[in-house]
């Protein structure tokens, strides 16, 4: 009796759950008609303009030997510049009401893997630091040359005033060059 050995190969394609498939129909999922939400996005196109809120405008340079996230422009870290573009505002400027939480995504483009960069949140009175917090990237960076997505969250711990001004950008502290696009800096009240 001869037996037959069938090998079936299975091609199976494992795609990562990226989580952007959100259902845009529903209003309920648009964080911007959330009254507790304030979601402000910035993809440095018109950097130059000097967009209120925004600073940090000399980092802002035309991609060099890639493509940028969106459109031409990124912001550049590197030795000169160990701080990117960021979001600058007096709390008090972006709603009555006080935060309580703040999330920055975007896009990162690193030269090496696991850089020393960081994400930084800085809330302070008139220069007196009230709330300092760092995300680190090191872990997030797994590779260089290609355009990988972060989300740093930062709990607001200490009593704030609207008085005071919140900052949100990238340190650089490891002076390696990088690019950043795309900032979507999101409020909760
Ligand atoms: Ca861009």
């Known amino acids: 009796m001869k037996r037959f050995l069938a090998l079936f190969i299975v091609g199976v394609t ?5 989580g952007s498939d ?3 129909d529903n209003p309920n999922a648009d964080p911007a008609k959330d009254p507790n ?3 402000i996005s910035n993809d440095l ?4 303009a000097i967009i209120p809120s925004w600073s940090n405008e000399k980092t802002v340079v035309k991609m060099d030997g890639a493509p940028a996230h969106s459109g031409q422009f990124v912001s550049l870290i590197d030795d000169q510049f160990q701080y990117s573009y960021g979001f600058h505002e007096t709390i008090g400027n972006l709603n009555k009401k006080l935060p309580k939480k703040v999330t920055v995504k975007g896009w990162i483009y690193s030269s090496i893997a696991a850089p020393d960069i960081s994400i930084v949140m800085d809330i302070n009175d008139n220069g007196k630091q009230v709330e300092w917090k760092a995300y680190s990237l090191t872990p997030v960076i797994n590779e260089a040359n290609k355009w ?6 930062f709990d607001i711990t200490k009593p704030i005033q ?6 949100c950008f990238a340190w650089n502290p490891g002076k390696k060059l990088a690019y950043l696009d795309d900032f979507e800096i999101t409020i909760d009240y």
Request: with cysteine.
């Open 14 to 18: 494992l795609y990562g759950c990226s």
């Open 22 to 24: 959100q259902k845009a």
């Open 37 to 39: 939400k304030l979601v």
């Open 45 to 48: 196109e018109n950097a130059a």
């Open 148 to 153: 990988i997505e972060y989300k740093a969250n």
């Open 162 to 167: 609207a008085s005071y001004l919140i900052k």
